[in-house]
């Protein structure tokens, strides 16, 4: 199993600028946001534990939280005894998360979505919280595709992300009001049938839980071949 020291990943050289313009944004943003991500923990803090629950993953259950940030999902999962690795493209997230982790269980390393030092099938559970709203389109494909990939055939990919609720009222205010602090893909990503796209990489979603009155949505699949 990885250690709790981060292990870095080199940076892929065939990047369309698009893209090289997002990881150098993300990576600085995040440097400079690691101090203060987690004072925006109360509202999000009830949706890790609502995760682990909707997972349910049998005791021994491997678990990996793409994109972890300051490690609060892959915190609350290994508070339960599973053992868990955060990855995350920002060593600054990480430090913060590593700071915080007295669990034996939780590991961090620093790694890119879209190309995971992980093998096959090797996770049981896979849990991406608030990030793929934040990739271009190509980027979220190959993050989704490397999830399929490292979690095993029956095993669950956990999206939590914004969404919409259902009522137009509320869905014009929570939109322009996420719309004024969030990036540029979120208009992008608010508009995508994320259960299709699951789809379209081998995942069914078979639960789905909406969280701060319909403003984020947990949705669970299972990997079907
Ligand atoms: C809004 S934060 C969410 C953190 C955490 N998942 C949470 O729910 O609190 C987005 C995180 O995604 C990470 N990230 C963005 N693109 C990534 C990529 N391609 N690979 C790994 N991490 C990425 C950023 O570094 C940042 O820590």
Known sequence: MIGR??????PRGDRAPEERRYYKLERKVWSLLAPLYDASGPLLSAIRERVVDLAAAPDGSRILDIATGTGKQAL??????YDTVGIDLSDAMLRVAVRKSVSEKAH???ADATMMPFPDGVFDVAAI???LHEMPVTV???ALAEAARVIRTGGQLIVIDYALPGSRVASFLVYNFVKLYEGRYY???IKLDVRELLSEFGIKVTAERAAISGA?????GIREK
């Open 108 to 110: 961090f390393v620093i």
């Open 76 to 81: 609350a999962f290994a508070k339960h005894g």
């Open 129 to 131: 919280s608030f990030a």
């Open 5 to 10: 020291e981060m292990a870095a990943t080199r």
């Open 216 to 220: 984020v949505a947990i949705k669970k």
């Open 187 to 189: 208009a992008d990503f």
């Open 140 to 142: 979220m494909r190959r």
